[in-house]
C-alpha cells in the first residue's frame, strides 16, 4: 500500500491536498444498514475548527461535507463511502517561496525529494494540516459505530506550552465542556490560561506545542491481536499518522520506565461481580488486548513549524544558506484543531477491530 491508507477491514482512504480541489476519504469495509446522514459528519468537522476565536489559522473554510457514495436512504448501502470538503478559501501565494526554501520543521524538503519535484506544495498539499478533516471525517462514521456498541471516544487538550489541565475530568464534565472553549480544555481555569499563552505566541510571532488525552470508554476487555496486531500498536500507528504528534505513550507511558513493578502494576479485584482492577497505569491494554478499563493514551504535538520569524534555511537553486521570511496563514498552535483529530483516529481503530472481531455486525438492523 502507498501509505494513503488504513485499516484491515474498515479502511478509510484518504485524498486530495491544501490547495487542490478538495480534501476527502473513502470509507470502505463499513457495515450496511447504518444510519448516517451528512448532518452527522458536520457535527465533528464543526468540532474542529473553533470559529471566531483566533487563536487558529484564519485560513475560514466553510468545510461542508459532501457524501458522495455509499448511502442511501439516509444507510450505509454497504458500498464505499466516500466524502469530500471543498477547498475554498485558498491564497497560494505565500507558497511559490517555499518551492526552493524548505520551511524548517515542515515536510517541505523530504517531500521534494519523495516525489521529485513534482508535489503539489501549495499550502503543504498532502502534507498540511488541511488533510485531517478527512479524517474527520472518517471517524464520524467509526464514532456512530462505536455509539452502536456502546463505545466513546474523548479527547482534551491535557497541555499547551507550559499550562496543564486538571486530570482527574469525568466523562460527563468532558462532554459538557471540552468544546465549549477555543482550545478544546476541558478544564475551565486551565482552558483561559492556555488561550492567553496561544495569543502570546501568536504575538510573538512564534507558536507552541502541547500534549492531547484521549480516553475510549466502555472498550469491553480482549479485543486486540497479538504482537503486530496489538491494540496499543495499531493505535500508535494511527495516532503517529496525524502531522506534527511526536510522541504516544498509553497509562503511565514514559513514567513507568521509573517506577518500580510494585507501583506500577494495577492490582485486580472484583466489582459487582466482575473483574476490575484498582489502578489503570496500564492505560486500559495488556499484551495488546484491552483490559476493559478505560483505554488512555497522551499524544505530544510539536509547535506548529510555520512561524514568521525570519529562520534559516537552504536555496535549494544556488544551495547556499538564506533567511526565509514566511507569510501564509497558520496555526499558532496545533493542539485545538487536533483534539477532535486525535478522537477520530483512535474511534477508526476501535471501530475496526470491533467489526475484526465480530461485536460490530456487517449488518446493522
Ligand atoms: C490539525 C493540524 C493543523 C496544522 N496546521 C499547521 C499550520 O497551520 N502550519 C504548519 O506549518 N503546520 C501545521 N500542521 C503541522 C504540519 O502539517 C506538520 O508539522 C508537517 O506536515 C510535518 O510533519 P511532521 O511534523 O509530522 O513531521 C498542522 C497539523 C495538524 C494536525
Redesign the pocket.
Known amino acids: 500500500m502507498a501509505g494513503n491508507s488504513l485499516g484491515k477491514e474498515f479502511v478509510l482512504t484518504l485524498f486530495g491536498e491544501s490547495h487542490g480541489k478538495c480534501a476527502g476519504v473513502v470509507v470502505d469495509g463499513c457495515p450496511a444498514g447504518l444510519e448516517l446522514r451528512e448532518a452527522d459528519v458536520q457535527r465533528e468537522l464543526d468540532k474542529r475548527i473553533p470559529k471566531g476565536s483566533g487563536i487558529v ?1 484564519s485560513r475560514i473554510e466553510e468545510d461542508k461535507v459532501e457524501i458522495l457514495s455509499g448511502t442511501f436512504k439516509d444507510r450505509t448501502t454497504g458500498a464505499p463511502i466516500a466524502m469530500i470538503v471543498q477547498n475554498r478559501d485558498v491564497d497560494s501565494r505565500p507558497y511559490e517561496l517555499i518551492k526552493d526554501v524548505p ?1 524548517p ?3 517541505d524538503y523530504p517531500a521534494k525529494v519523495r516525489y521529485g519535484g513534482f508535489n503539489d506544495y501549495r499550502g ?1 498539499g498532502q ?3 488541511r488533510m ?1 478533516a478527512a479524517l474527520v471525517m472518517a471517524g464520524a462514521v467509526a464514532k456512530k459505530l462505536l455509539a452502536g456498541v456502546g463505545v466513546e471516544v474523548l479527547a482534551y487538550a491535557l497541555s499547551i506550552g507550559d499550562v496543564r489541565s486538571r486530570t482527574d475530568l469525568t466523562c460527563e464534565e468532558l462532554r459538557a465542556s471540552v468544546y465549549e472553549n477555543p482550545v478544546r480544555c476541558g478544564d475551565r481555569n486551565a482552558a483561559l490560561l492556555m488561550e492567553k499563552s496561544v495569543r502570546q505566541a501568536a504575538e510573538s510571532r512564534d507558536s507552541l506545542g502541547g500534549v492531547v488525552r484521549v480516553i475510549a470508554y466502555d472498550v469491553p476487555p480482549g479485543i486486540g491481536d497479538p504482537l503486530f496486531g496489538s491494540l496499543d500498536s495499531e493505535l500508535s500507528q494511527a495516532l503517529f499518522s ?4 511526536k510522541g504516544v505513550e498509553f497509562g503511565s507511558g514514559f513514567g513507568a520506565a521509573q517506577s518500580k513493578g510494585s507501583q506500577n502494576n494495577d492490582p485486580l479485584t472484583v466489582v459487582k461481580g466482575n473483574v476490575a482492577f484498582r489502578t489503570n497505569n496500564a492505560g486500559g491494554v495488556l499484551g495488546g488486548l484491552s483490559t476493559g478499563q478505560e483505554i488512555v493514551a497522551q499524544v505530544a504535538f ?1 509547535p ?3 512561524i514568521s520569524r525570519p529562520q534559516m534555511s537552504v536555496d535549494l537553486q544556488s544551495m547556499k544558506e538564506t533567511e526565509l521570511n514566511l507569510a501564509g496563514r ?2 499558532p498552535c ?1 493542539v485545538p ?2 483534539v477532535p ?1 486525535v478522537e477520530a483516529m483512535v474511534s477508526i481503530v476501535l471501530a475496526d477491530f470491533m467489526i475484526r472481531s465480530g461485536r460490530i455486525l456487517r449488518i446493522l438492523k
Open positions: 489559522s520551511r520543521g515542515h515536510a503543504g502534507f498540511s494540516g485531517t496525524i502531522p506534527a504528534v510539536k506548529t513549524p510555520s497558520h496555526d496545533i484543531k487536533a483529530v
